[in-house]
């Protein structure tokens, strides 16, 4: 009982804190990384953070409109809406 009570505990908390609706993190990282490298060049300190944080935003914004089980049935149609935030969060 109290392992189940501890569990919905820490459930919840993650649900309030934004955490219920993630992506496996090898997918979330596998998207961050072409995201953020996808041109493979060289590129400044400041510009790579820039990217970074256009990204992380994206994501977020991607994740909350497009779950998980959507993803995994059309990784395409992902991709319109995670390009949809990227360009409303720079």
Do not use: W
Not at 21 to 28: F, G, L, N, Q
Not at 29 to 49: E, V
Not at 59 to 78: I, N
């Amino acid at each position: 009982m109290i392992l189940l009570t501890y569990v919905g505990v820490h459930t919840l908390n993650d649900e309030v804190k934004g955490y219920g609706d993630r992506y496996p993190i090898a997918v979330e990282y596998a998207l961050l990384d072409s995201c953020i490298n996808g041109s493979k060049n060289s590129i400044s300190q400041s510009r790579y953070l820039s990217k970074r944080d256009v990204c992380l935003c994206a994501l977020k914004g991607a994740q909350e409109d497009y779950p998980y089980s959507d993803y995994k049935d059309d990784a395409k149609g992902f991709v319109s809406i995670f390009r949809r935030y990227a360009n409303s969060c720079r």
